[in-house]
């Protein structure tokens, strides 16, 4: 008898669960800055904006998203290359988002101020979901 060889239900499955157990993995391990912006930015806690944390968008995987405004919001660290990221930034904005970026050290000691910088630029953002 031959072989059973277990194919996959459609091409490129398990590059798409791959990816959903690398975003798992990114939410599981956020840094403290993630956590502490995600704690304020959940469950439409900033005036009622719905944001998802670790989303995909093209090739990106984007920290967190706030679709109706289409805004991204990035939180950096020390891994975060200015030209690796200007690229990404680029590609983003073409496809029609708006881009915020708040290194780790500034969300942790300015937690207030960004939240601030995020609601005045999600109220300036044409809404999306209409």
Not at 21 to 36: C, G, H, K, N, V
Not at 59 to 85: K, S, T, Y
């Amino acid at each position: 008898m031959g072989e059973v060889i277990e194919r996959s239900p459609c091409v490129g499955c398990e590059v798409m669960m791959d990816n959903r157990r690398f975003i798992q993995r990114l939410r599981a391990d956020m840094t403290e800055a993630e956590r502490r912006l995600w704690y304020h930015l959940r469950d439409r806690r900033l005036d009622g904006f719905k944001f998802r944390r670790q989303q995909p968008i093209d090739r990106f995987i984007v920290d967190f998203l706030c679709v109706e405004r289409r805004l991204i919001v990035e939180v950096d660290g020390g891994q975060h290359h200015p030209a690796v990221d200007a690229e990404r930034t680029a590609i983003l904005e073409t496809a029609g988002y708006f881009i915020l970026r708040f290194w780790n050290d500034e969300v942790l000691r300015q937690t207030e101020a960004v939240l601030l910088r995020i609601l005045t630029t999600l109220r300036a953002q044409p809404d999306d979901s209409a």
